[in-house]
């Protein structure tokens, strides 16, 4: 019983370590994390940049027409181009987007041959077909299911010119009242924060594709997507952590509220347990050992949560239920300070109503998740 508790002790402390650690990220607010586009443009270190948007499709008819018509209604003083990289989709998306690039001349389309090689990560491949195509110095990426507000380009631009290598946006699920959508309202609102912590401190730890964008030099310079075709997930954050080791990188966050990006939920439990363990998947083959070493202390925490309410069967209820209640409140209370933190600055307070019943779902979704990634359970799109 004794190492037992020293055990449990270790996994809290360690999880309580980390959210005090990303909440003084939060914090740490650099001078290339503006507030607001006026802020951003007002301080421009350069003229904004020729960017290039690359968007990798496969089979979203029923949002690539509004996700192209968001894109068209960009407000930007520079020069830009959007690509749209078909992968082999076998619904009508490829004949809204051909039709689309035909009426709009700095809309363009690239074709992955429905006969190329099935490989874990086509999506990669995708992005790298787009990134080869690409004229601009300065590459973003967006997912075909997003809805860039007016200002996005130009927000997420100007961070680009004011210095920064690496530019990661905000982003917040859409979606409808049902509770679904809710949870993973406040799960991205979490996994959005902390990017943000790493950024501001110029030490990246996950990063999103729906909003990011970085200098197409630095992509290359960095080895790209090499080695990481066999992977199903990691064409943000594995990609990052390359960046990070070339010398010189500089990383900003867009806290600009009007430049959040809108991304569609999934619409079902069995598919957001896919997601989950597509983006597990690759939890023990970052290149940083000790990155892989972190992230299974923090996954064992959880596996420590979903057994001990069932320790009630083996010891006396008055020490189990204290061994629950007492991790529980850590993993509770530190999550709330990071979320309530960020929130504000997101203006997205009113997400935390449902954050206790989220904490208890997050704790069998992600104990679950890890192993199914693992297995191979998952795929990116049908």
């Known amino acids: 019983m004794f190492f037992t508790l020293i055990l449990i002790s270790i996994l809290a402390l360690a999880y309580l370590g980390l959210m005090l ?10 001078n290339n994390s503006q507030f607001s586009l006026n802020s951003q443009l007002s301080t421009l270190n350069s003229p904004l ?42 619904d009508k998306s490829p004949e809204i987007v051909h039709r689309f690039c035909e009426a709009h001349p700095n809309f363009s389309v ?11 990560s086509p999506k990669k491949r995708a992005l790298n077909t787009g ?15 997003c809805l860039p507000p007016p200002n996005w380009l130009n927000s997420m631009a100007a961070c680009y010119a004011n210095g920064a290598s690496v530019v990661q946006g905000a982003k917040a699920n859409n979606g409808g009242k049902r509770f679904l959508h809710s949870y993973q309202r406040l799960e991205t609102l979490g996994f959005t924060l902390i990017e943000a912590a790493g950024f501001n401190r110029n ?9 990011l964008g970085y200098s197409r030099d630095l992509f290359f310079k960095s080895g790209g997507f090499e080695g990481l075709y066999d992977l199903a997930s990691g064409d943000d954050d594995m990609l990052i952590h390359r960046m990070a080791k070339v ?54 925490f959880f596996i420590w949560l979903l057994i001990s309410p069932w320790l009630m069967f083996f010891i006396p209820l008055n020490y189990a239920l204290p061994l ?14 990071l979320l309530f933190t960020g929130a504000i600055h997101l203006k997205s307070v009113k997400l935390l109503w449902c954050l206790p019943l989220v904490e208890l779902i997050q704790i069998p979704l992600f104990a679950a998740a890890v192993p199914l990634g693992m297995l191979g359970w998952y795929k990116w799109k049908a």
Request: proline share 5%; hydrophobic share 45%.
């Open 247 to 300: 010398e010189g990188t500089k990383f900003a966050y867009n806290w600009d509220t009007d430049a959040i990006m809108p991304t569609a939920p999934v619409d079902s439990w069995k598919a957001l347990l896919q997601q989950r363990a597509r983006w597990g998947s690759n939890g023990a083959k970052y290149e940083k050992k000790f990155y892989s070493a972190f992230l299974f202390c923090i996954y064992a």
């Open 21 to 30: 650690n990303l909440w003084t990220g939060l914090l740490a607010k650099k």
């Open 203 to 211: 030490k990246p730890i996950l990063a999103s594709a729906a909003s």
């Open 131 to 145: 990134f080869l195509a690409a004229k601009g110095e300065f590459l973003l990426i967006a997912d075909a299911d």
């Open 49 to 90: 940049p020729p960017v290039s948007i690359v968007i990798p499709m496969r089979n979203e008819e029923a949002f690539i027409e509004a996700t192209l018509n968001a894109l068209n209604a960009q407000k930007y003083a520079g020069h830009w181009e959007a690509i749209i990289v078909n992968d082999r989709s076998t």
């Open 324 to 337: 629950f209640l007492c991790s529980f409140s850590i993993k509770l209370l530190s999550d709330f300070l």
């Open 110 to 120: 690239i074709d992955i041959p429905q006969n190329s090689p099935q490989i874990a």
